[in-house]
Each structure stands twice: as C-alpha cells, then as structure tokens.
C-alpha cells in the first residue's frame, strides 16, 4: 500500500465512522401561546434542561401600538440566556417597535412568526400572510440585522394554501443574513390537521443547503424522530411542541437515542407537575389565574399519560389550587406502591 493508499483508507474509515454515528442533534422548545409560558420554561429547564432553548410564544402590537406580551420576556438571568423571543409584525414600523421592545431587555436573537395561521392574525398581514409578501419580509431581515445588530430568524409554514408558496418565498430572501430557518411544512390553511409534510422539508432542505435549518412537526414520539431524521440527515436541530407539552421526556430520549421512558419517571413527572404549579402560582395575579393556567397545562400533559386518566379527569374539574395539588398527590401516590 502507498502512503497515498493508507490515507484515502483511513478517510473512507473515518467517513463511515461519521455516518454511522449521527451527530447529536440540538433541540428546542416550540413556542405554544397559552402553554409554553415563562413559568412552563423555567419549570421544564429546572426539571428536564433537555433543550438548548425555548423558543418564546409571539409578542405583538396591540391598541394604539402598545406591546403585548413582554411580561412573558421579563425572566430571571438564567432562563433568559436560553430565551429566544418571537413577534408578530405586519411592517416595518411595527417590526422596529418590536425589536426595540425586546432588545432593550438585553436579548441579542429574535425569531419573527410567519406561520400563525389562524385569520384574525393572517387578516392583518401578520404570521403566515407574510409568506406571499417576500420583498416585505426581504426588507424586513435586512433592518433586523443592520439596524439593530440582532440576530435574526424566521418561523415559517410552506404556504398559505399550497406547499409549493414556499419557495418562491425564499428564492428572494437573504438568506444569508438569517440565523436560522424554523420550518412547519404545513400549509396556513391546514391549521394544524393532516400531516406535516416531511418530504417537503427535504425538498427544501435539497433546495437551500447553506440555510440553518430546524425542523418542526409531529415529533411525537422517539420513532417520529427516527423516521424523520432518516429522511433529514443534514438537519442538526430540531424543534418540539405538543410532542413536548404530552410528554416532557421526548427531548431527552432524542438525545439518549432510547426508546420508552427512563428509570424513576413517574417521581421526575410529580416533580415537574409541582414545580409548574409553583412556578405558576408566584407568576399570576391572584389564585383564580394560577388555577386557569394550571388546569390547562397540567390537562395537556397528563394526555400523553393514559394510566393518570382519573388524575386528568380530577384537574380537569379542579375548582382550586389545592385541587390541583391534590390530582398531583394522587399521581405521586399511586406510583409509589
Ligand atoms: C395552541 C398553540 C399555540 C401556538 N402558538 C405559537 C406561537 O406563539 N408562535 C409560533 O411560532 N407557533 C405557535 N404554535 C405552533 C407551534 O410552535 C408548532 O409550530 C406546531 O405546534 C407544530 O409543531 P409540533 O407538531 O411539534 O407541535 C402554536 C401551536 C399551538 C397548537
């Protein structure tokens, strides 16, 4: 063998060693509004700390442009580093307001919505109904990134009403200038019914090789990511949302590439269930609104749980905080025998 030989042989070794171990892959957490909130942040990180970050629900403009939603930006140091925040904007004005908004608490990542599909949101030229307006959005990523020194990122769907929008979209982004690509391939119109369409997600990926890609879409389930990573081999990161929201030990089964749940779970599952609750009862104005939240949360989770369904039924009905913690209770005794 030449020495020439010997190297191309300890590549083709090495280029196989790399296929057959996947890289890690880096995972966030979905924006959900009215369930990933910062008391669900912090709960999950504290608990769980399985996701590089979460990705904050949309702050937008309300009456007479005022900022709705910021309250969700003001946390502690520690959640805020793994905090990226979004918003919802129409134009530049609004985008710039946004950005002030959110760069005046010291956050240096944004992440814009154009997927929001529901009309009272897309009516107003916000969420998905960007999708159809690329040079908008051209000029938009161009003041986000200059103007405001900002990194910057874009949450999409395929398309209002066809798969296909999505690429006469970003055939006239600088794409270049983003961070990263989040894409939902489903289109506005499906809401969130049907399926998302991962061959569309190749296609795309295929098409633009040089974006940062996250991928986001019925990952329910460790297979649902296997599956899909197949189909996506050249996408590192990966974002969950109700997958997460029904079972909060996804993100780290991804990580530890295993299958059912790990050793201890249902004590980890009180755990996490009490510290929402804490986290929840010290971030709402009064018990009534601890409660509402609670009850949503905690009704969410427990789907993913089938032998908690008495539980579920419990906060379902429960009419206090006490309630609450009594279902949680329950849980925690019932797997202790
Ligand atoms: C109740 C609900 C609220 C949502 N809120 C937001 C939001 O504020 N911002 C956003 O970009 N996406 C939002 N989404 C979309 C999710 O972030 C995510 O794209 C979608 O659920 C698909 O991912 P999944 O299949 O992993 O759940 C929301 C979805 C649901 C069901």
Known sequence: MTVKDNINF????????????PCQ?????????????????????????????CFAPYISLGKQMKVEGLDDLLVPKPYQQTLIPQLLASSLPELSVLLNAIAVHGYQEVNMNMGCPYPMVTGKGRGAA?????????????????????????KVRSGMESNEEIFSLLDKL????????????????????????????VRC?????????????????????????????????????????????????????HDGLPPGWEQQLVRFMDTLLDCLIRDSHDEWHALNRGRIQLTYLLNGF?????????VVKSRSINDLRNAISNIARSTST
């Not at 989040?182 to 369409?197: K, N, S, V, W």
């Not at 032998?307 to 039924?313: L, N, S």
């Open 10 to 21: 300890a590549l083709s070794l090495l280029s196989m060693e790399l296929q057959a171990e």
């Open 25 to 53: 892959p880096v995972l966030y957490m979905a924006p959900l509004q009215g369930y990933t909130d910062a008391a669900y942040r912090e709960a999950f990180q504290r608990c769980f700390g399985t996701v590089e970050a």
């Open 130 to 154: 960007l999708i159809r307006k690329p040079e908008l959005v051209k000029q938009m990523i161009e003041f986000a990134v200059h103007e405001l020194d900002m990194k910057f990122s874009i």
């Open 174 to 201: 600088p794409l270049d200038k983003l961070n990263a690509v989040i894409l939902h391939p489903r289109t506005a119109r499906q809401l969130y019914r049907g399926i998302a369409d991962t061959a569309l997600a």
């Open 205 to 257: 990926v295929k098409a633009y090789p040089h974006v940062r890609w996250v991928y986001n879409g019925d990952v329910f389930c460790f297979n649902d990511y296997v599956q899909k990573q197949e189909l996506l081999p050249e996408v590192k990161h990966w974002m969950l949302g109700r997958g997460l929201l029904e079972n909060p030990f996804l993100p780290g089964l991804i990580l530890q590439q």
């Open 306 to 314: 089938q032998e908690f369904k008495k539980e579920r039924k419990q």
